[in-house]
């Protein structure tokens, strides 16, 4: 996970959250925006503030892999349903990461825009192997909550280490001084390579 910053909430959902929360909590019986204009402000702003990448697995979004919301408690009726118009329970997120997550969580899961979080505080990558690993210099809780975050988001599937491997080379084949890291996916896992 890359740290991603988080701007100020766009204005239509500053103005309607509480309202459509109250209306999801009492009653409807699924989730629904309520403005598909407002979903795509939400949605393009999010994705603006992370450069179009993932704030899980930090891929870029669009041309692999669809741009999806991602609430990061699960908004479901049994789990945090007063949570699910919130703007800090918000995130860009591509469909593979929502999809491995689903429902679930797990308050130990690391937060991407909390500003305690640190990649290095809680993970190393394996250039080798294109994992993300548990940093064996993290504390006992932080290896937890770094445990928690990979199972989560399914962060070390065959499919991304395969492609984490692909950028990095592709990275270190070009001069590192004229390209942009925010043009590449998995800028935490390139970043020293």
Known sequence: MYT?????????????WEEWTDRYCSGDKSFRWYSPKCYENVRQKLFDASLQHCAFCDGLTGAESRQTIEHFKPKERQAFPELAFHWQNLYPCCDRCQSEKGNRYDPALLNPDDLEYHFDD????????????????????????????????????DIRTARRKREAQIFQRRNPETELLDDFSYRYFIKNS
């Not at 991603?4 to 309607?16: G, N, Q, Y």
């Open 4 to 16: 991603f910053i988080r701007d100020a909430s766009p204005p239509c959902l500053a103005l309607r």
């Open 122 to 157: 809680y993970f190393v990558a394996n250039y080798l192997t294109g994992e993300i690993e548990v940093s064996p210099l993290a504390s006992e809780e932080n290896c937890h909550r770094a445990r928690v975050t990979l199972e989560l988001y399914g962060l070390n599937l």
